[in-house]
């Protein structure tokens, strides 16, 4: 009988190698299966492993592995940085260190430390938050600015589009206000339409702007990444 459960070879099938969760009285189907989906994911073992805080660190890597937003030296602001991830990956990147910390990060959740960033606890959606961030940047601009923010989803795809795409915008118009002549600017969107007029903003504003799906991003989701590099500056105002 034991053998039944074992593949040729005496191995265990990938499928009997899953975990799988009991649905428990306090539970719902849908909370267990995205608790059975974490518990089976690669990437959220691998985000324990090496030790950090979520498995989104692993796209903003690949994005710039493949891309190559961030350089040593480079100055980053993360919008939407809870819990942490893409700053730790930037700082790593950069080398930014808490004696000359290279990374803003802004939510209004509240995180633990991160060596080398500097953590602003603010909604970066209040008016006075762009301005808080231009001061922790103590003068200087920025080489990259990203935004992993979005709004909890309403279930209705058009709806969470136009809304996260609404923190785009804003996260954009902030972007060209700190960016220096080659800057990069990265930010999560949901597939879909109704982006056409922030698509040509970036587009007259940096030198290439494309979508990036990182392997890392679920491929049963809507999310993906909307990539500008290239930043023209003040090149806009000579045109």
Do not use: C
């Amino acid at each position: 009988m034991a053998d039944k459960a074992l593949g040729r070879g005496g191995r265990k099938s990938a499928r009997d190698l899953k975990v799988r969760v009991k649905t428990a009285k306090k539970r719902t189907v849908s909370s267990t299966k995205w608790l059975e989906r974490q518990l089976n994911d690669p990437y959220v073992a691998r985000a324990r492993a090496e030790g950090m805080r979520s498995r989104a660190a692993f796209k903003i890597k690949e994005i710039d592995e493949k891309h190559h937003l961030f350089r040593r030296g480079g100055r980053v602001v993360d919008l939407g940085a809870a819990p942490g991830g893409w700053s730790q990956v930037a700082a790593q990147a950069v080398g930014s260190t808490d004696e000359r910390p290279l990374v803003v990060g802004i939510d209004y959740l509240e995180m633990d430390p991160i060596p080398g960033v500097k953590l602003l606890q603010k909604d970066f959606t209040e008016d006075d938050a762009p301005e808080m961030l231009i001061a922790a940047l103590e003068g200087q601009k920025a080489d990259v600015v990203m935004s992993d923010m979005a709004w909890p989803t309403t279930g209705h795809r058009p709806t969470d589009h136009l809304r996260i795409i609404q923190l785009v915008e804003l996260a954009a118009d902030f972007a060209m206000d700190v960016l220096k002549p080659g800057g990069s600017f990265v930010a999560k969107v949901f597939q879909g339409g109704t982006e056409h007029e922030l698509l040509h903003m970036l587009k007259r504003n940096f030198r290439t702007t494309f979508h990036a799906k990182p392997p890392s991003s679920r491929q049963d989701s809507a999310e993906a990444y909307l990539v500008a590099k290239g930043f023209k500056g003040s090149e806009i105002e000579e045109e």
